[in-house]
T-cell receptor
Framework: DGGITQSPKYLFRKEGQNVTLSCEQN?????MYWYRQDPGQGLRLIYY???????QKGDIAEGYSVSREKKESFPLTVTSAQKNPTAFYLC?????????????FGDGTRLSIL | QKEVEQNSGPLSVPEGAIASLNCTYS??????FFWYRQYSGKSPELIMS????GDKEDGRFTAQLNKASQYVSLLIRDSQPSDSATYLC?????????FGAGTTVTVRA
């Protein structure tokens, strides 16, 4: 089945540790996105990529890093510089940057601090 | 940052009634508008998209767009308990989606 797979579903981070969240899609979508959702709030854009080997910062990129080495994959690293990482992380993809194309989401990863 | 405001809720409606959700946005050049449904603990699911002024109907859902007033709404007719969820309004300009905080709807049986 075509879709967006995020792993793991739950992740715990220790102080000073970097952790990486996986996002893989088999929809042949060009664009991929990472969002963060805090309780009772909307989604905030962390990073996005419109093409392989290129990505841009979103509204809250500090403390995060990404790579886009393959079209199918867009992993997010939460670094130790992100002091408040506890949130629900959502990966999305869409067919390029054509304005009317919606974004579709994976099932998300819940990150907590140990 | 572009602002997207939704009525704060929570919104409680009896089964079979119409639920009305509102959304305003700050950026006049926004071109595409989406409604996502998010069940508790789950990821958002696209339920409606609208690009032109007027109404768009899909089953029990109707989206309404007024670009002059920078306003988009979602009506849920014949509300069912399965419609109980948080509804997120999203506004797109080029590649970026900006989201509202969501309106939580509870349908009372």
């Amino acid at each position: 089945d075509g879709g967006i797979t995020q792993s793991p579903k739950y992740l715990f981070r220790k102080e000073g540790q970097n952790v990486t969240l996986s996002c893989e899609q088999n929809l042949n979508h060009d664009a991929m996105y990472w969002y963060r959702q805090d309780p009772g709030q909307g989604l905030r854009l962390i990073y996005y990529s419109q093409i392989v080997n290129d990505f841009q910062k979103g509204d809250i990129a500090e403390g995060y890093s990404v790579s886009r080495e393959k079209k199918e994959s867009f992993p997010l690293t939460v670094t130790s510089a992100q002091k408040n990482p506890t949130a629900f992380y959502l990966c999305a993809s869409s067919t390029g940057n054509r304005v009317h194309q919606p974004q579709h989401f994976g099932d998300g990863t819940r990150l907590s601090i140990l | 940052q572009k602002e997207v405001e939704q009525n704060s809720g929570p919104l409680s409606v009896p089964e079979g009634a119409i639920a009305s959700l509102n959304c305003t946005y700050s950026d006049r050049v926004s071109q595409s508008f989406f409604w996502y449904r998010q069940y508790s603990g789950k990821s958002p699911e696209l339920i409606m998209s609208i690009y032109s002024n007027g109404d768009k109907e899909d089953g029990r859902f109707t989206a309404q767009l007024n670009k002059a007033s920078q306003y988009v709404s979602l009506l849920i007719r014949d509300s069912q308990p399965s419609d109980s969820a948080t509804y997120l309004c999203a506004v797109k300009d080029d590649y970026k989606l900006s989201f509202g905080a969501g309106t939580t709807v509870t349908v009372r049986a």
